[in-house]
């Protein structure tokens, strides 16, 4: 696997983390889900495409190297927030509302932190890029 495809699966990868972000915050103020279960925050959990062990044992293609893979996408086991509405039509009978419990500002720090991820994958993707187009104009000469 070349360095263009690996960086290609880290721009995958970081693309269906910030798509779970964006859920996540958009469900922010949701009671309930689409099943009529409260809303739970979603996690996405990657790591490398190929094992270290399929590695070592010569498992894995020539160099080893498959670049990251999505695992699963996780809800996250975080208490819900309560919120005193007692006008809203989903509370309960004490007036209170149940939303999903998550903290907004470290949701938002991913989301800066995954889409730095995804600029350094275009970075290095073109740094590839332009070693391959050296390499060939090298060769021509040559």
């Given at each position: 696997m070349n360095a263009i495809e690996i960086s290609r699966t880290g721009l995958e990868v970081e693309?269906?983390?910030?798509?779970?972000?964006?859920q996540?915050?958009?469900?922010?103020?949701?009671?309930?889900?689409?099943?009529?279960?409260?809303y739970h925050a979603m996690r996405l959990i990657s790591g490398p495409a190929a094992s270290f062990a399929d590695v070592l044992a010569g498992r894995?293609?020539?160099?080893g190297l498959r670049g990251v893979a999505v695992y699963s996408i996780e809800a996250q086991n975080l208490p819900p927030r309560r919120v005193y509405e007692p006008s809203h039509p989903q509370a309960d009978l004490d007036g209170y509302v149940t939303y999903p419990g998550f903290d907004h500002a470290a949701e938002m720090a991913?989301?800066?932190?995954?889409?730095?991820?995804?600029?350094?994958?275009?970075v290095a993707m073109n740094s590839a890029?332009?070693?391959?187009?050296?390499?060939?104009?090298?060769g021509r000469r040559g």
């Amino acid at each position: 696997m070349n360095a263009i495809e690996i960086s290609r699966t880290g721009l995958e990868v970081e693309w269906r983390r910030l798509e779970v972000i964006a859920q996540n915050l958009a469900n922010a103020s949701s009671t309930l889900d689409a099943t009529g279960q409260p809303y739970h925050a979603m996690r996405l959990i990657s790591g490398p495409a190929a094992s270290f062990a399929d590695v070592l044992a010569g498992r894995a293609d020539q160099s080893g190297l498959r670049g990251v893979a999505v695992y699963s996408i996780e809800a996250q086991n975080l208490p819900p927030r309560r919120v005193y509405e007692p006008s809203h039509p989903q509370a309960d009978l004490d007036g209170y509302v149940t939303y999903p419990g998550f903290d907004h500002a470290a949701e938002m720090a991913l989301m800066v932190k995954t889409s730095r991820s995804y600029e350094a994958n275009i970075v290095a993707m073109n740094s590839a890029r332009q070693m391959y187009t050296k390499a060939l104009e090298i060769g021509r000469r040559g």
